[in-house]
């Protein structure tokens, strides 16, 4: 594809605590990528946000898939600071695709989607989620191959969110 800039997949970022762990990160340019496992922590997800921001300040529109099904449970600051990052930033979002928690855990995907409204896709079969995003970023094969897996550039303990921040910045 002429003027496609495709970016390798180890750049791919790792956060984790405890309880829970995010990959995530720009696939292809214009698609952004994120799976949660585990338990997502205020600090977890700040670490996230900051770099989904980051993604978000530097091109003018963005595909973003988030794979949820691996999701325990998320602490409700780190919901309403996605909810916010996502109403904030609405018209930059080409395609908002979310694979629900396993299981559809109870009422939470269709608020989200009811919330945010266009263009919030909540998805609950995995086949489809996976078609979506490899119509979008077809190197995203990668990342499916190795579920739970992916590559990454680092791994962060989030023991502060400070420390998570400046990890993600690189400093």
Known sequence: MAGKVVLPLKLMNLVRDAEGAINFGVVEEGVYFSRFTGKLSARLGAAHLNDLQQALDVRAGMSYFADASDLASFDLLARSAFVRL??????????????????????????????????????????????????????????????????????????????????????
């Open 86 to 171: 996502l109403l904030s930033n609405r018209k930059r979002f080409s395609e908002i695709v979310v694979l629900n928690w396993a299981g559809g855990v109870s009422a939470n995907g269709p608020t989200l989607a009811a919330t945010v409204g266009e263009p919030v896709v909540m998805i609950e079969d995995r086949h489809e989620f996976e078609h979506r995003l490899l119509s979008a970023a077809p190197r995203a094969v990668q990342l499916l191959r190795g579920a739970g897996a992916a590559p990454h550039s680092g791994t962060v303990l989030a023991a502060s969110p400070s420390a998570a921040l400046r990890a993600t910045r690189g400093g």
